[in-house]
């Protein structure tokens, strides 16, 4: 269904004295998940048979990005609509002073468009862009409804003694003195469920954030996995993946037997390529790519995205042309609900990729730049080109994806006009902020503690 005819719907129902629910929005983003760990992307161990149903029914798109290659940034790219040259969360920790940053109050998050369009808002899982009493907790970035870990490194915790409900600690009293009782994943699972049906009658925006299959990869039980010939971590690992699948299953039924499937439209995707898969090799979780979370090469940023809504997505479609970002999900979440997006953000609007038809708008290029390795990072994408480079004054290195998918064969020589495009659109690319420098200061102070997350 085109756009237009989407829109004469609504007025047609208007004329008539009825116009028709806007449409709920259910974006799930797995953690740590890679390209290659689903069986809709050729994933051949790990069972996923609700995710791959929904890619059956939906649309399967194979040039998506994140908007980073580790964590916060990337959830920063999705709620913003900037990349990370312009959203104010660029990095796990400040480059400068190694502390969290939050999202100030005058970002616009998509939560608070759709908050103004009539959605009630919600998240459920892991937030990563606002510590306690600072601006970038979600109940301060327009959502209603907050259950969670705020930062990254408490959500490697499975088995905690607190979560986040809005503004308050909660308590969870099964797991205090090192016990394990509730596993947070499956409260997370349960919350969801509670949140569509409390908010059954009136359009709703989900953002749930799981947090597997981020390492530690600790889980209740190993099953289906339990007597295969695999190291313990890799039927662990197995196991989430499949356990948050089952979770996905449960709410697709809730959706259908509650009458909202046809007026939902799900994503599913991850936060950036496979983890830290040292031991987890068998699986190819980055897929054909090189590099996983942290590098800016496409293991580390290229990632699964499924779209389904019934009678207006395109149902078992794979679009293989359609390169998009995290940072293109607020505008198509405000071209949808009927909002403007705010001006200056890097994203457009994607609905009429999601619907089968011509995509008019495209861009010209997509930006990525990384603080997780000793050296600042850049890369870039122009068409079928991939630019790469380490260092702010680093060659750049240069690949064609059409021709060479791994990123095997650096030809910038042979390409310098290419290179000279790309050169003068990263000198324009990025915003300086002063928690992200791009050259490293000296440090007197030991480095903070705790993993990417």
């Known amino acids: 269904m085109q756009r237009r005819e989407f829109l004469s719907l609504a007025a047609a129902g208007a004329l008539r004295g009825a116009p028709p629910r806007k449409p709920n929005i259910i974006f799930i983003l797995a953690d740590d998940l890679g390209y290659g760990d689903l069986g ?63 999202l100030n109050a005058e970002d616009v998050t998509v939560a608070e468009l759709l908050k103004q369009a009539g959605y009630a808002t919600g998240i459920i899982g892991k937030w990563g862009l606002g510590e306690p009493d600072t601006p970038g907790i979600p109940n301060r970035q327009g959502f209603d409804e907050w259950f969670g870990y705020l930062n990254q490194d408490h959500a490697a915790d499975y088995y905690t003694d607190y979560l986040w409900r809005n503004e308050q600690r909660e308590t969870l009293r099964g797991n205090l003195d090192g016990a394990r009782g509730a596993y947070t994943h499956d409260l997370f699972a349960q919350d969801a469920l509670r949140f569509v049906k409390a908010h059954r009658n009136h359009p709703f925006f989900l953002y749930l954030a799981y947090t597997i299959p981020h390492a530690e990869h600790v889980v209740p039980s190993d099953a289906p996995y339990t007597d295969q010939a695999w190291t313990q971590k890799q039927k662990n690992y197995a196991a989430m993946v499949t356990r948050m699948d089952k979770d996905i299953g449960e709410l697709m039924t809730l959706l259908r037997t509650s009458g909202l499937d046809e007026n939902t439209l799900v994503f599913f995707t991850s936060d950036n390529g496979a983890g830290f898969t040292d031991g987890l090799e068998l699986f190819g979780s980055a897929g054909p790519f090189r590099g996983r979370k942290g ?5 580390g940023h290229r990632v699964p995205m499924i ?49 089968g038809q011509p995509q008019k708008q495209q861009h010209e290029f997509l930006y990525w730049e990384g603080h997780t390795r000793s050296a600042f990072q850049q890369a870039v994408r122009m068409g079928s080109w991939k630019g790469v480079r380490a260092g702010l004054n680093g060659p750049l290195e240069l690949y064609d994806l059409n021709a060479d998918v791994a990123e095997t064969r650096n030809i910038a020589a042979a390409h310098p006009g290419i290179v000279k495009k790309m050169e003068d659109y990263l000198r324009s690319a990025r915003s300086e902020a002063v928690e992200y420098p791009t050259v490293r200061p000296q440090r007197k102070t030991p480095q903070a503690k705790g993993r990417q997350a």
């Not at 590098?295 to 293991?299: A, K, P, Q, S």
């Open 307 to 355: 779209a389904r809504w019934p009678g207006r997505i395109r149902a078992g479609a794979v679009n293989r042309q359609q390169v998009w970002a995290f940072w293109d999900f607020l505008p198509t979440a405000a071209d949808i609900a009927g909002v403007k997006p705010p001006q200056g953000i890097d994203g457009i609007s994607v609905l009429p990729a999601l619907l």
């Open 295 to 299: 590098d800016v090469y496409e293991g």
């Open 40 to 102: 809709s992307y050729g994933q051949r161990h790990i069972r996923t048979p609700n995710i791959d149903r929904l890619a059956a029914e939906g649309t399967r798109f194979e040039q998506c990005y994140a908007g980073a290659t580790v964590c916060a940034p990337s959830r920063s790219c999705l709620m913003t609509g900037q990349h990370t040259g312009h959203t104010t969360v660029r990095a796990n920790h400040s480059v400068r002073t190694r502390q969290r940053v939050p």
